[in-house]
């Protein structure tokens, strides 16, 4: 089946590395996705990673991807107030061209 | 930069009535979708919508429905809106399918 899991909440200190973990099911999955939703506001696109690829790495942002367990991370490097928000993971269904598998999203919590 | 734009960012309605939700995007893209969002559900899609007309069944259909007279329009329709419909609800739109761009939400309370 399909599905995608990560935990509800991360909570972290201002300054320390955050990293929000995610697993998915299907091994076919070619595109996987990090959107970040931050309150009151629609989901943003963070960043992405083929499946071909490791790691993927973008200024405080760096994905890795782990094939074999199908287990995709996002870390955040310097966790800012500025950083507080839902994080969700996705990947692209296999059976169709236009739709996203969603996880339940990780609401990262910054204390001072 | 790609805009979605939803009609309302708050709405109140009462029980049984018939509820329109509008969604607007400006970037000529093909794929249109509507997803609700509950805690700890994440988001569940509705129904999507990959050109004028044309229409599919998304995990939750039931109690809604959907219109793409205009291929920068995607209308969600509640017929008969109900308590257990209040929720967010996220329009988003994509050209190839692969990156989704939302809209700001727009939260529904159903008294």
């Known amino acids: 089946g399909e599905d995608v899991e990560q935990s509800l909440f991360l909570s972290v200190r201002e300054g320390d590395s955050s990293v929000i973990n995610c697993t998915y099911t299907?091994?076919?999955?070619?595109?996987l996705y990090w959107y970040k939703q931050e309150p009151g506001a629609g989901l943003q696109l963070l960043t992405y990673?083929?499946?071909n690829m490791d790691m993927k790495q973008d200024q405080r942002l760096t994905v890795l991807l782990n094939k074999k367990d199908k287990h995709l991370s996002l870390r955040i490097a310097d966790t800012q107030t500025g950083d507080s928000a839902i994080y969700f993971c996705?990947?692209?269904?296999?059976?169709?061209?236009?739709?996203?598998?969603w996880g339940a999203g990780t609401k990262l919590i910054i204390k001072p | 930069d790609v805009k979605v734009t939803q009609s309302s960012r708050y709405l109140v309605k009462r029980t049984g009535e018939k509820v329109f939700l509008e969604c607007v995007q400006d970037?000529?893209?093909?794929?249109m979708f509507w997803y609700r969002q509950d805690p700890g559900l994440g988001l569940r899609l509705i129904y999507f919508?990959?050109?004028?007309?044309?229409?599919e069944k998304g995990d939750i259909p039931e109690g809604y429905s959907v219109s793409r007279e205009k291929k920068e329009r995607f209308s969600l329709i509640l017929e008969s809106a109900s308590t257990n419909q209040t929720s967010m609800y996220l329009c988003?739109?994509?050209?190839?399918?692969?990156?989704?761009?939302f809209g700001p939400g727009t939260r529904l309370t159903v008294t």
């Open positions: 988003a739109s994509s050209l190839y399918g692969v990156e989704q761009y």
């Open positions: 970037m000529d893209h093909e794929n």
């Open positions: 919508s990959y050109d004028v007309k044309m229409k």
């Open positions: 299907d091994s076919s999955s070619t595109y």
């Open positions: 990673i083929f499946s």
């Open positions: 996705a990947e692209k269904s296999p059976d169709s061209n236009y739709q996203l598998i």
